[in-house]
């Protein structure tokens, strides 16, 4: 009886520790970082998915009946602009002069928990909405909320790498001719 009891309390005490080292094995990392923020590799996932859903989770909620342009941080990689696009499988990279754009500003990711920072155009001045996810090592991130905050922000500055919209366009640029 005593060798049952010690068996289940064992087997209830690792089935707990497995629990939190799988929640808890996503570190905490920030795209773009700031000082003293943990850096993140913006090309390494989940952090192209999160930008992907982020935006057409935000673009669903505010603007659904306007073309999704997108924008994503300055300096993201073309890999992660073309792998974005293709998660997104609508819409297209922004290009210099477009006015109604979704921009990722940026991903907070911290155990089974992440925030992405969209700006987003609404009655012709841009805001910041925070689409916030849950998830895990074991489980994709799901958007669960769109929290808007009420507050003005510069129109977004195109970050679009050439390469990409050459993809996109089907053109090439001098160095691939």
């Not at 910041?128 to 808007?148: C, D, E, K, R």
Request: net charge positive.
């Amino acid at each position: 009886m005593r060798k049952q009891i010690l068996i289940k309390a064992l087997s209830f005490t690792a089935a707990i520790a497995v629990a939190l080292s799988i929640s808890g094995c996503t570190a905490t990392m920030t795209y773009p970082e700031y000082e003293g923020a943990p850096k993140a590799d913006p090309s390494l996932q989940p952090m192209p998915n999160l930008m992907a859903d982020a935006l057409k989770f935000a673009h669903q909620r505010t603007a659904p009946e306007q073309e999704l342009v997108f924008n994503l941080p300055p300096t993201t990689p073309v890999q992660v602009w073309r792998g974005v696009a293709k998660r997104l499988g609508i819409g297209r990279p922004m290009t210099a002069g477009d006015t109604l754009v979704w921009s990722v500003r940026q991903v907070r990711l911290s155990g089974g928990r992440a925030e992405v920072d969209v700006v987003y155009p609404t009655n012709g001045i841009y805001q910041i909405a925070t689409v916030h996810f849950v998830g895990s090592t074991a489980q994709p991130f799901y958007p669960s909320m769109l929290q808007l905050w009420l507050v003005p922000v510069p129109a977004p500055t195109c970050n679009t790498p050439l390469a990409v919209l050459d993809s996109v366009t089907g053109q090439a640029t001098p160095a691939q001719q």
